[in-house]
Structure formats: C-alpha cells, structure tokens
C-alpha cells in the first residue's frame, strides 16, 4: 500500500513537472514568434523579387498573400497568448492550434516547390532552396522548443523540395543538390533534437531553481513569522556582546523595542551590576566554544524589575569554524521559579507537620503494643497494629515526598565511604526478614561476592535496597522466595533482586520509574503507596555514577538490578570489628 502511494504520488509530481515544462514551452514560443513572422515577411519579399520574371505572376502572389495571412494569424496568434487565462488547459488549447498554423505555414512553404518552382531557371532553384533553408534555419532557433513541432516543420518544409530536384529535374547538379536536401532534412532535425533537449534541460534547470528558491524563501518567511511569534526572546549579539537581532518576544520580556535594543551592549541593557562578572564570563565560553550554552540568570528589564530568565545560546561560526556571534534564546521563568518554590515549600511544610504527630502516635501505638499500657484485649491489640502497620506507611510516603523534593531541588546530601557490598546485601535481608514472614516469603542470597567493594552513600544504598527487597516481597506469591545475587559485570559491580510473582504488565515497563505511578494488581497483596520508591532509586543510583534496570516476564517474575563502579580496596576488617 505504501509503494503504491509512492508511486502515485511520484507520478503526480512528474505530472506536474512536465506540465510546468510545457507552459514554459509555450512561453518561450509565443515570445519568439513575433521575429519570426517579420522573417517569414522577408522571405516573401525576397522570393517575390527573384522570381516576379520567371514564374507566373498570379500564382506567385497568390502564393505570397496565403503566407501572409498566414502569418498574420500566427502573429496575433502569439499575441492572443499573453491575453489569455494562464490556466494549464487554456495553454495547452494554444499550444496545438500554434502548432496546426505552423504545420499550415509550414506546408505553404513547401508547395513553393510545387507552384511557384522556376522549371527552366538553376540558379533561382539554387535561390529557393536557398530561402527554404533558411526558413528552417531560422524555424529551429523559434520552434525548438516544441519537439514534435519543429521536426513535422522541417520535414514539410524542405520534403517536397527534395523530391523535385532529385525525380524532376534532369540537370546533373540539381539532382546531387536534391540528394543534399534530403541528407540536410535528417541533419536540421537532429541539430533541432538536440536544440530541444538544451531548451528542455535549460527549463527544468530554471523550474527546479525557481523551486527551490520558493521553499527557501517560504522557510524563511515561517522562520521569521516563527520568531516574531514564539514566546521566546530571540536575541543574536556580536563578538562584542553588541546586539544586531531582537524580536518581538524580547521587546515584550525586557521592554525595549527592536530600535532601542540594536547596537546596544547586552551588559548594560540586561544585567544587574552584581551579574556582570558572571555574565561576562559565560560570554567568554561562548566566544570560545568552550561552554555557557545554558543558564538561568538574573536580568533587569527596562523599568527597573529584575526577573530571572532561562537562558539558550548557541555559538555562530563561520565557514572556518571561527565564532562570529551569539544566537540566543531566553525565556522569563519568574513566575515559574516562584510558583515551583511556592510548591516545595508547602510539600516540605505539610510533610513535616504531618510527620510529627504521626511519629508522635506511632510511638504511642507502640507502647501500647509493647504492654506499657497493661495486657490490651486480643481485638484491641489487632486494630492497634492495623493502625501502626498504615501510620508506619504514611511516615514512609511522607519521608519518600520529602526525599523527592531534595532530590529535585539539589539539597539532599550524600556521605559516601567505601564499604562492602555483601554487608549493604546481608542487611537488606535482615532488616526485612520480619516483613516477608507476614507474606509467607523466604528471603535468600544466591550469589555472593565477599570481596567487592563500592564507594557509595550506605544509607541511600540500603533505602534503595529495602525498597526493592520490599516491592519483591509484596508482589510474591505466598511460599515463594525472593533471592538477592552479586555478581561482577566488567568494572561494575551489579545487586540484582528477583521475586517469582506476576511480572510487569508490557504497557506500563516505561513509566515504571516515573513520579506517583504504580501498576494495577488487583490480586497482589499489601501493594498500596505512593509510587515514588522507584523514583528515588534511580535518582539515587544515578548520583552514584550507577544504572539501575529491570527484567520482567509475566506469570514467571521480575528482576530488579543496579550496577555500581567497583573500587579496589576497603577496610574490611574495621568494618566487621564495627
């Protein structure tokens, strides 16, 4: 189906193209055909001179009054051209009633050899044949354009001609003259066959430039009317920091017009005094492409307010690579900053008075549990655990949101040391051993490498693995077990943690790591949260200069896995003292 859209659509264009060719045929005729009917005038006067004495006289002026009128009509013919609606059909009605007037004018030509041949006089032969070679000469200069009408008009023309001096005439050196016409007829054609091609190819040449340069000067056209609508600044400056671009966005983020900001320096047009030094150095980067392509600065806009801007610059060289300016775009995100602080602000505010009283009734719930109380009743003491199971929850989506918004606004803080892997695994395992007995879950290391090494933040790592280890758990059937391996992957070191559960549905795999997303199993237990554990994991592992990644196949299991740089040495023996 597509091949055959392709070549439909090929052969419209084709279509099109010899379509736009034919009018320029057209064209180029009718331009011409003026010179050559004042030509055709010519030959009527010379031949009315050389042969007023030896041909009979009605039959030569009749003959020169059907040429005449003949190319009268062609003339205004031509003439009628540039009147008409310049329509493809319309031109193409031209074309073959041009072309019926020059086969017409074409055969009064020719039957000069029949009507008005001078019998009895070589010399004026030689003349005629004379005139008629030069009308075809002539007719390929005007006529080429059009194959099929130059070939049947030379032919017309010089055919019968050569026919009466080779059958007719009896003189020697008339009928080798014939013979010569005839070789000429095939000669005039080929040289007008090639005149055509040179013509054809001279027009598509022009057709494809005049094309390209209309989608040249289409894309700028939208390029322009893209930058004078776009709600970006766009700014080009010079070497010096001068300004020699600004479009309408710019005017209406900074408040000078394109006038008042062309020529001037950006420093003193749009930095506050204390940015200088750090814009003129982001400038020198730029100047030589060695960086500053994207910041967000501080700016003063022509009343005096300073706004911050997101900045997008790029570097323009010259054939030699040499930096001859700037390009950038810039657009005011002050509001956005604003509203995006506004938001952490209230997250880390709601999430810290939330935790409060919720540690605050966990330790009670606690304590309860514990028997500070006395001895609770059995049914008490099960709704107090429902209540300190979904309080114990809510502190971890409240210390997850917490973590998140560290995470995006740079503050969260990372103690890294070298420490042994199995002792981040074998922790792992113990620190959950207790929630996979509610499920029913074994938990295992089946490969281990005691002598590997990371260099890594060990209570980030553990959250990670926790969390990890944890989503296994719930998502395995009871009896199953969940097996945590070590293994060496070149220069990295890879924890993999693999359950037997239902696997990870194909369409939701690439939003798995995504912010508040989780997958539906409507028949797994205990999977509720908030969906931002993977998150952080991967934020985490990737501040370790680590990947993290999975595998999964419905109905048979998952494997989550990281992969950490290897460091060569560490303490152990501190480490298992400790």
């Known amino acids: 189906m597509v091949n055959l859209l392709n070549r439909t659509t090929k052969k419209r264009a084709d279509s099109a193209r010899h379509d736009a060719i034919f009018v320029e045929q057209a064209a180029l005729i009718a331009n011409s055909i003026h010179s050559s009917v004042l030509g055709t005038f010519l030959g ?52 073959y009633q041009f072309a019926g007037l020059a086969f017409i004018a074409a055969t009064v030509w020719g039957s000069s050899a029949i009507f008005i041949f001078p019998e009895t006089d070589p010399i004026r032969q030689l003349m005629l044949a004379f005139v008629l070679g030069i009308t075809c000469a002539v007719a390929v200069s005007t006529l080429s354009p059009i194959r099929y009408i130059i070939v049947t008009f030379i032919i017309l023309v010089l055919a019968p001609l050569a026919i009466r001096l080779i059958v007719v005439s009896e003189i020697y050196t008339l009928t080798l003259m014939g013979i010569i016409v005839a070789v000429t007829i095939p000669l005039l054609v080929v040289n007008a ?53 600004w479009n309408e966005a710019a005017h209406k983020i900074f408040g000078y017009s394109r006038e008042e900001a062309l020529g001037s320096n950006g420093i003193d047009l749009l930095v506050p005094e204390h940015m200088t030094d750090r814009t003129r150095k982001i400038r020198e980067q730029l100047i030589k492409n060695e960086g500053g392509l994207y910041s967000i600065n501080e700016n003063i806009t022509k009343d005096g307010h300073v706004i911050l801007c997101e900045w997008f610059n790029t570097p323009l060289v010259d054939e030699n690579g040499e930096v001859i300016g700037i390009a950038s775009l810039a657009l005011d995100v002050t509001e956005r900053i ?109 490969e281990r490498m005691d002598d590997a090494c990371i260099n890594a933040d060990s209570n980030r790592l553990m959250q990670v693995l926790d969390n990890l280890v944890s989503n296994a758990i719930k998502f395995s059937p009871k009896g199953e077990s969940v097996e945590l391996n070590v293994t060496r992957q070149g220069e990295n070191v890879r924890i993999a943690v693999s359950d037997h559960g239902p696997g990870i549905p194909t369409d939701f795999q690439d939003k798995l790591f995504d912010k508040f997303t989780q997958a539906d199993f409507s028949d797994t237990r205990g999977t509720s949260g908030a969906g931002l554990g993977l998150n952080i994991a991967k934020a985490v592992i990737e501040h370790h200069d680590g990947h993290i990644d999975f595998h999964t196949e419905e109905n048979v299991g998952t494997t989550f896995f990281f992969d950490l740089p290897e460091v060569p040495y560490c303490d152990f023996k501190q480490q298992y003292e400790a």
């Not at 002026?61 to 003339?75: A, P, Y």
């Open 44 to 95: 009527i006067v010379f031949m009315l001179l050389i042969m007023w004495s030896v041909i009979d006289i009605t039959a030569l002026v009749s003959w020169s009054i059907i040429l005449g009128i003949i190319s009268l009509i062609r003339d205004g013919h031509a003439r009628w051209y540039h009147k008409i609606a310049p329509t493809l059909p319309n031109i193409r009605r031209w074309g």
């Open 193 to 245: 066959l090639r005149m055509n091609r040179v013509t054809v190819s001279n027009i598509s040449l022009r057709i494809d430039a005049m094309a390209q340069e209309k989608k040249l000067r289409d894309s700028q056209q939208r390029l322009t009317m893209h930058l004078q609508r776009t709600p970006l600044a766009v700014i080009e400056w010079n070497t010096n920091f001068e300004v020699t671009e």
């Open 338 to 446: 604003r509203i995006d602080q506004m938001k952490r602000d209230f997250v880390s505010i709601v999430s810290h008075e939330l935790r409060t009283p919720l540690t605050a009734i966990r330790g009670a719930l606690g304590l309860i549990l514990g028997g500070a109380t006395g001895k609770a009743p059995k049914k008490m003491n099960e709704l107090i655990r429902i209540a300190d199971d979904n309080t114990q929850r809510l502190l971890r989506i409240i210390n997850d949101i917490l973590d998140i918004d560290k995470i995006e606004s740079g503050v969260i803080e990372y103690v890294f040391d070298n420490i042994p892997v199995m002792e981040l695994v074998d922790k792992a395992v113990t620190n959950n051993s207790g929630y996979a007995q509610q499920y029913d879950v074994t938990l295992k290391v089946t």
